[in-house]
């Protein structure tokens, strides 16, 4: 079956530090990846997505980049702020539209000023 | 994108008794999805809410203890049955957009309490 295994956390950084969320995953076929983001108090939003091998999604200065080779999809941010803090999820979906999300457990992430 | 209501946002409930949650949506929806997500824990699909149909449901998920229902295209509820401290969880639920299947919305998560 699928899964999806990310680093756990928490993650604590400095503001205008480098990001890396490491993200693994497997899957039957050609699964569709995404990263969603949870901030305090609110709910899921998702942050970025790529549906093909060597796709990169990007939003907000965070990036993913979708390698088939090493079934990977870690999360980058090259400086990030507090307003960050929150947590992350790696996602795959596997098929079409008909297919619910599978999660990784989540990452909570810390910025401090 | 789209606007999911969900509703409650949140209840405490007694042991036993059982609660339904509901789903709307404002835009078109090709599927529609209930998730479950423990404390401090990920998000685990519960079920397929299938128009007009039994919905589809995950392993270790049945519909006696959780019932679902979707009459129509842009509204579902998922009902907790016979509940104990264990269903203590955030309840969430999640659609596709019609011409949009690869992105999944969610609503803001009824969260539950069983005391």
């Known amino acids: 079956g699928n899964s999806v295994t990310q680093m756990e956390g928490p993650v604590t950084l400095s503001e205008e530090a480098f990001l890396t969320i490491n993200c693994t995953y497997t899957a039957t076929g050609y699964p569709s990846l995404f990263w969603y983001v949870q901030y305090p108090g609110e709910g899921l939003q998702l942050l970025l997505k790529?549906?093909?091998?060597?796709d990169k999604g990007s939003n907000k200065g965070f990036e993913a980049t979708y390698r088939k080779e090493t079934t990977s999809f870690h999360l980058e941010k090259g400086s990030v702020q507090v307003s960050d803090s929150a947590v992350y999820f790696c996602?795959?979906?596997?098929?079409?539209?008909?297919?619910?999300?599978?999660f990784g457990k989540g990452t909570h992430l810390i910025i401090q000023p | 994108s789209a606007v999911i209501s969900q509703k409650p946002s949140r209840d405490i409930c007694q042991r036993g008794t059982s609660l339904t949650i509901q789903c709307q949506v404002d835009s078109q929806v090709t599927m529609m999805f209930w998730y479950r997500q423990q404390p401090g824990q990920s998000l685990t699909l519960i079920a397929t809410a299938n128009q007009g149909s039994e919905a589809t449901y995950e392993s270790g998920f049945v519909i006696d203890k959780f019932p679902i229902s979707r009459p129509n295209l842009t509204f579902s509820t998922l009902t907790v049955s016979n509940m104990s401290p264990e269903d203590s969880s955030i309840y969430l639920c999640?659609?596709?957009?019609?011409?949009?299947?690869?992105?999944?919305?969610f609503g803001q998560g009824t969260r539950l309490t069983v005391v």
């Open positions: 999640s659609v596709t957009l019609t011409g949009k299947n690869t992105e999944a919305f």
């Open positions: 996602a795959l979906k596997s098929g079409g539209g008909a297919d619910g999300l599978t």
């Open positions: 790529a549906t093909k091998a060597d």
